[in-house]
């Protein structure tokens, strides 16, 4: 991993920018994760003895990147968490999805369950967990026939927007677990985040935009993103 992306960083919080392909928290892999590497950033940058303390409060997926909030204190990733739990917490993705979609914006509502294998399906009110998320189409690359689109997510179920696409055959670029296996790097990218601080009490939004120099991004002016 190259130098580590900052947005944003004080007493309580920092904000990140999480690379593609990095670990949002140590696995059996024992590959590079980015909870690790904010910690060892913590612990030089301010020679603390000892353990480091950062809350892990929200993560994601080892193939998407974005935008990543950290709690440097129990507090505050009390508060975020229970912001979380509140609905309080806005994630917003921007994704590259196969096809023309038919409305330019909508609501996509399933029950989803994730299954032993690790896949995600969609399934009946009695078996899976609602979820929820609302979408904006921003372009339509007609030779290519792909759709940028911007996603809010109102619920946060394992692989929910890769999953409730795919379902209605729009599945993820680069998606080789629910799209075409094409070895091309999935077009996820969680490129905004909005917090109430844990203690200034304000709200406060963080953005970063996926590079364009990336073969999928660099099919759409990200120009247009507003």
Same mark, same amino acid.
């Given at each position: 991993m190259n130098k580590l992306e900052i947005l944003y960083e004080?007493? %309580? !919080? !920092?904000?990140?920018? =999480? /690379?593609?392909?990095?670990?949002?928290?140590?696995?059996?892999?024992?590959? *590079?994760?980015? #909870?690790? !590497?904010? =910690?060892? +950033? !913590?612990? *030089?940058?301010?020679? =603390? /003895?000892?353990?480091? +303390? #950062?809350? #892990?409060? %929200? $993560? #994601?997926? $080892? /193939?998407?990147?974005g935008v990543m909030i950290f709690a440097k204190s129990s507090k505050a990733a009390s508060r975020v968490t229970e912001m979380i739990q509140n609905h309080k917490f806005k994630k917003k993705y921007l994704a590259i999805v196969r096809g023309d979609m038919e409305k330019s914006e909508g609501t996509l509502i399933d029950y989803l369950l994730k299954k032993e294998d690790g896949n995600t399906i969609v399934t009946s009110k009695e078996k899976g967990k609602y979820s929820e998320l609302k979408y904006r189409v921003l372009a339509y690359n007609a030779k290519q026939k792909l759709s940028l689109v911007e996603i809010e997510l109102l619920t946060g179920r394992h692989h929910q927007i890769r999953v409730q696409f795919a379902s209605r055959n729009h599945p993820l670029y680069g998606d080789q677990r629910y799209g075409i296996q094409d070895n091309n790097q999935i077009a996820l990218w969680a490129y905004q985040l909005t917090i109430i601080h844990p203690t200034l009490k304000k709200e406060m939004t963080f953005k970063f935009l996926p590079n364009v120099k990336e073969k999928s991004w660099g099919l759409f002016n990200l120009e247009i993103i507003k």
């Open positions: 004080d007493n %309580h !919080i !920092i904000v990140v920018v =999480k /690379p593609c392909n990095v670990l949002s928290q140590a696995d059996s892999t024992k590959d *590079e994760d980015m #909870l690790t !590497i904010v =910690k060892k +950033y !913590i612990k *030089e940058k301010y020679n =603390k /003895p000892g353990n480091v +303390y #950062l809350g #892990l409060v %929200h $993560r #994601l997926d $080892r /193939p998407v990147g």
